[in-house]
């Protein structure tokens, strides 16, 4: 099985600054990388797909860069609307398939 | 805009069978690029892939679940179903449907989710 893991497992910034999460496989996955927003209580939400590409309506500050096994999510300038968790998943073995442990992102 | 909106029963009787519906609308469960899952997340956990079928009916389950997991689908009715059996306080957790865009290679759309608690 593909492991995934995240860091940091949480973090606090103020509005403004730059964020950045990284993921890493425990195999080369490629570009077979996600990423996906959470707010407590709801259902993820696709950020970024194939590593690097912004999911139609997403805000430009967020990103995605990578490949093989290390992964970094940024979001450019943190927004009080952006306190949330977030995942990586691969899917690079379909049908099977594992999210990181997740980053939850807080304002300071 | 697919939607996706799962129901069921919000209570399960430990050793009962859980089991939820997701209901497709604005879209076809047929469309071709697409197949079909769920997930769940117990508090405080991460997510939990479950399931996925195609509306062929061809599907994978979760190797950690063992043979609990059984999921079916059913186009005419543009819906698809998870049956958990044997269910424990462990199987307590929010539970989503999802679905995969074959294109984008992710998960674009999402249920709001259906919290199911095992409980006496």
């Known amino acids: 099985d593909i492991q995934m893991t995240q860091s940091p497992t949480s973090l606090s910034a103020s509005v403004g600054d730059r964020v950045t999460i990284t993921c890493q496989a425990s195999q080369d996955i490629s570009n077979f990388l996600n990423w996906y927003q959470q707010k407590p209580g709801k259902a993820p939400k696709l950020l970024i797909f194939?590593?690097?590409n912004l999911e139609t309506g997403v805000p430009s500050r967020f990103s995605g860069s990578g490949s093989g096994t290390d992964f970094t999510f940024t979001i450019s300038s943190l927004q009080p609307e952006d306190i949330a968790t977030y995942y990586c998943?691969?899917?690079?073995?379909?049908?099977?398939?594992?999210f990181g442990p997740g980053t939850t992102v807080d304002i300071k | 805009q697919v939607q996706l909106q799962e129901s069921g029963p919000g209570l399960v009787k430990p050793s009962q069978t859980l089991s939820l519906t997701c209901t497709v609308s604005g879209g076809s469960l047929s469309s071709g690029n697409s197949f079909w899952s769920w997930f769940r997340q117990s508090a405080g956990k991460g997510l939990e892939w479950l399931a996925h079928?195609?509306?062929?009916?061809?599907?994978m389950h979760n190797p950690s679940l063992k043979s609990r997991v059984t999921i079916s689908v059913d186009p005419p009715k543009n819906q698809f179903s998870l049956n958990l059996s044997s269910v424990t306080a462990a199987d307590t957790a929010l539970y989503f449907c999802a679905k995969y865009n074959l294109f984008t290679r992710a998960f674009d759309i999402w249920g709001q989710g259906t919290m199911v608690t095992v409980s006496s």
């Open positions: 194939d590593a690097s």
């Open positions: 998943q691969q899917n690079e073995n379909l049908p099977l398939l594992t």
């Open positions: 079928i195609y509306a062929s009916g061809s599907a």
